[in-house]
């Protein structure tokens, strides 16, 4: 079975700072995406980021940028300048096929 | 926009009731999920469907059932719920191909009592 670790349950972090958030997997697949959702108090689940595992170069959205180790099976987003929107709960989720496996969730909280 | 909707934001029923849970996606996807979001677990998977009338179960089928009479619409059944299958209820859809992303409905807080 594959799964998916997020060892950081909760994490708070200064407005305007960076903060990194931790994930990793474990599959014997060597094509697949790997993506991190969003999901604020509102409930409603929001795509933050995409990765390529076939792709060496990391992705990067406006302030949110990942850091992906394909041979280490590690998937981490940097959030940077971090502002009081991005409070909510981060989860990062592989996809194998059609199937989307979701760590459990890192709660961050973003402080003025 | 991929529009994902789900009947109801907030549902409380009793123990023993018969619950339907409804979700609509505008953008024509084959595939359609329902999971169930519990804190610490992340979400869990109870069954997807990758077409009209096709079911699969997940990994925390027992209890529930599913329904999709139509392409857009699909359909998560409590046939007698219990206090344990209180809970977030998300649906989500995706393309038949591509990257697997999915989109998500505003999700449904069912408390059974």
């Known amino acids: 079975a594959q799964t998916v670790t997020q060892s950081q349950p909760e994490m708070s972090v200064q407005e305007a700072e960076t903060v990194t958030l931790s994930c990793t997997y474990d599959?014997?697949?060597?094509?697949?995406?790997l993506f991190w959702y969003k999901q604020p108090p509102s409930r409603q689940m929001i795509l933050v980021i995409r990765?390529?595992?076939?792709?060496?170069q990391n992705a990067t959205e406006n302030r949110f940028s990942v850091n992906f180790q394909k041979a280490a099976k590690s998937f981490s987003l940097k959030i940077s300048d971090s502002q009081l929107g991005d409070t909510a709960m981060y989860f990062c989720?592989?996809?194998?096929?059609?199937?989307?496996?979701f760590g459990g969730g890192t709660r961050l909280m973003v402080k003025p | 926009d991929v529009k994902v909707t789900q009947s109801s934001r907030y549902l409380v029923k009793r123990t023993g009731e018969k619950v339907f849970l409804e979700c609509v996606q505008d953008?024509?996807?084959?595939?359609m999920f329902w999971y169930r979001q519990d804190p610490g677990l992340g979400l869990r998977l109870i069954y997807f469907?990758?077409?009209?009338?096709?079911?699969e179960k997940g990994d925390i089928p027992e209890g529930y059932s599913v329904s999709r009479e139509k392409k857009e619409r699909f359909s998560l059944i409590l046939e007698s719920a219990s206090t344990n299958q209180t809970s977030m209820y998300l649906c989500a859809s995706s393309a038949g191909t591509g990257s697997g992303e999915q989109y998500f409905g505003p999700g449904t807080r069912l408390t059974v009592t």
């Open positions: 469907s990758y077409d009209v009338k096709m079911k």
């Open positions: 953008m024509d996807h084959e595939n």
């Open positions: 989720a592989p996809a194998w096929g059609n199937m989307l496996t």
């Open positions: 990765q390529e595992a076939y792709k060496q």
């Open positions: 599959t014997s697949e060597n094509n697949y995406y």
